[in-house]
């Protein structure tokens, strides 16, 4: 890890989503990246920007979201330029979200090198996270190279897509990376099992590292139409008018990930397996997993939070509020605001279902 | 029932309790009481308060209750003078209670006829209600009596009391009442079981008649240091020196309930069964059982609440709450203002346990 930040360096924080599988901490008005869903005093996007410092200047960290999120951002991440929040009229999936950032940031800088990352996720070795996304910026920076972090399975999870590399073929200037051989949708159990056995197989984790001309070239190339919307915007970048001429082409774009219409594609593409504590934190009983419990198997926000014979549990509230809980085995209990829900961690699958209106 | 309403009619409620066993909706700031607990826009106090319509006059209801409710019984109750409103400076059980209010009655009119009755339970058969009370007060206008309300017992309840009837005597004057044999605490369960068997025992409602001079003689006899205290204070009842008065000596009142004081020792007490749908609505369980249920065995107040597999639950909330509950059997979830109670129904006696701060 460089000492002296490479003035290159850009980070990307895609925060754009709407965390429905938290419901109740998680709303549309104030989705899960935005929330200190562990109690710690640092909301998810925070935790994210946190995990780069010394690797990339604030002035060169890029978040683009919603236009409702602008001010949450812009409130919980005082230390990059509001003229850095990117601010998406609609949603389009992370194709078009990456293309915009990416020709605002090569007008600002052609030689850049970005990493691109959620809002949401966990990282609990940030050591070794910078060390993995140091060592692939400069790896980036030498080749034409599209690199994606893959993190080594630790269970046949069904809830991410996997990553096949080629460990046959280490690159010649990073023995840590290696050709991707395909990338696979979330697997069913039977085919996850199969993967992990193979040792070939490793998680996505969304993270992805490039430099800015390889990924304008690789949209040029899979994506043109799209390509063509933010090359035609090249002279108005960073003035007044980019937000106007934004919400007007913006939904014009294709709805498709970077995943689809790039990675799956592209030559180039590389897998940099690490292992770095990582979670998306995609479900309760995620967060059930990777959040400290107690003796009982509880998992506790709040600070005025009494449990009764109650075990594997998840409590989550907010500090001023006084919550007894007696009896339960295995449930969720979560309020906020005007909002409780209390259901069966096992069928948290059905959040979306208990939250409709 | 009498269509003009007898003068001398008065009525007691008695308000000073502190329902700790509904917590969290009742709570010492405000107890059961005062609470709309079936949401039907009236509180236990304003049901009692109308039960007694075209029986007794606005001008002749009394409430005792402590000091710090004051506000909230004139608020619920605005019909009846505030001078009406006696107010307790420490709690003392029910014999200073009435004796305090007795004296109080007779010091405006000694031919005063008095029902005295809690403020926290359910009558649902008000028509029966009114004819026993009317019936019973006619009897104590023309008898040195005292007359409780004895409930056919429809189950072996061990959360009552229980009177004992000689039945081979009812009164020459009204063959509906008959004597006391005896009073007997709450029963364990094979007791109440043989109380049931032997149809002699009635539930006590804690509902009493009797007219001023009969009450306040028994007093005089039974409790004539308590008697002194307020026959002293006869010349400033109803003066501004009332309260100061009241809160220097009432304290000085023995502890003790006007069943142990006075009806467990005086003579001429009666019993008059009734059945009038009565329940003291005691525990969150009592209230399972009166109140209206969906298929399930729900109970349900407020206006956003959604059940998914839940059965025999009790959910109270405010009207403004949305509440989503799945897959419990046999619980209360009660919340409000910014306390959350979650608990197995059948272990509802722990409340006072769950709700120690």
Redesign the interface.
Known sequence: MATQINSNNNLVIMAGGVGSRFW?MSTTECPKQFIDVFGTGRTFIQMTYDRFKGLIAPENVWVVTSRQYAGIVAEQLPEIPKTNILLEPCRRNTAPCIAYVSWRIKAKNSKANIVVTPSDHLVTDVVEFQRVVASSLKFTSETDSIVTLGMNPTRPETGYGYIQADLMEPSLSNKEIYRVDSFKEKPNLATAQKYIKSKEYYWNSGIFIWSVSTIVNALRIYEPEMSRIFEDMLPIYGTDKEQAIIDERFPLCENISIDYAVLEKADEIFVFPANFGWSDVGTWGSLHTIAPTDAQGNNVIGNNV?L?ESRNCIVH?TE?????????DG?I?A?KG???????LD?EQ?IK???AE
Chains 1, 2 share one sequence.
Not at 320 to 328: M, S, T, Y
Not at 338 to 344: A, F, K, P, Q, V
Request: hydrophobic share 35%; glycine share 4%.
């Open positions: 109740p009494k009764f509230t001023e509020k006084r919550v007894v809980v007696q009896g339960l449930y209990v309020e005007d909002t409780l829900l209390i259901c069966r069928e059905r279902e208990f939250s």
